[in-house]
């Protein structure tokens, strides 16, 4: 079953913690994406990578970090320097110009 | 010159009418534009998508309109029903390697009985 896997759905810290959110593939897309969504709003990205080992900051890449070691894992650290960390995570993959988004993370700090 | 605007930001319709939604971009190296529908909580799904060498793409009841000289894109829904309900989002690429996608800021989609 193919397809794009963010684990795990509901995610709650507390602050001043760091975060790491799960996100894997196994369309064997080269290219990986994360987007940070806030209620009633569009997306914004966060980092991308369109290579094994190799990523790009986004748009609102500040109090984030990433890696990509494998082609199918591009896990998302939410640090404690993110100042408003609350919001649904989406993790997306392409190869070409079809991106396709997994379930999403939806992350709660207090 | 990346934006895309998106409008309405919300459309209420009757069933069985035709909700509009309407996508301007300014890049010219843009070629590449999909529509997005998302659910409240869950991620957004491809919808249906179209290059510029056509003027309209037709899935379902969704269709696409595209005019190249306007720069303007935009999604029809016929038949609608209730439960096309939903958050729609139009984008835009350019279509060398994995170009990252333009969104536009979604337009909230009601449909009532």
């Known amino acids: 079953d193919g397809g794009i896997t963010q684990s795990p759905k509901y995610l709650f810290r507390k602050e001043g913690q760091n975060v790491t959110l799960s996100c894997e593939q196994n369309l064997n897309h080269d290219a990986m994406y994360w987007y940070r969504q806030d209620p009633g709003q569009g997306l914004r990205l966060i980092y991308y990578s369109q290579i094994v080992n190799d990523f790009q900051k986004g748009d609102i890449a500040e109090g984030y970090s990433v890696s990509r070691e494998k082609k199918e894992s591009f896990p998302l650290t939410v640090t404690s320097a993110q100042k408003n960390p609350t919001a649904f995570y989406l993790c997306a993959s392409s190869m070409g110009s079809e991106q396709y988004f997994g379930p999403g993370t939806r992350l709660t700090v207090t | 010159q990346q934006q895309v605007k998106q409008s309405p930001q919300s459309l209420i319709v009757q069933k069985g009418g035709i909700p509009i939604i309407n996508c301007a971009y300014e890049?010219?190296?843009?070629?590449?534009f999909p529509w997005y529908q998302q659910f409240p909580g869950k991620g957004p799904a491809l919808l249906i998508a179209?290059?510029?060498?056509?003027s309209e793409k037709k899935e379902g009841r969704f269709t696409i309109s595209f005019n190249k000289s306007a720069k303007q894109f935009s999604l029809h829904i016929m038949d609608s029903q209730p439960g096309d309900s939903a958050t729609y989002f139009c984008?835009?690429?350019?279509?060398?390697?994995?170009?990252?996608?333009?969104f536009g800021t979604g337009t909230r989609l009601t449909i009532i009985p």
């Open positions: 984008a835009a690429s350019g279509s060398f390697g994995n170009e990252k996608l333009t």
């Open positions: 179209i290059r510029p060498d056509v």
């Open positions: 890049n010219t190296a843009f070629d590449y």
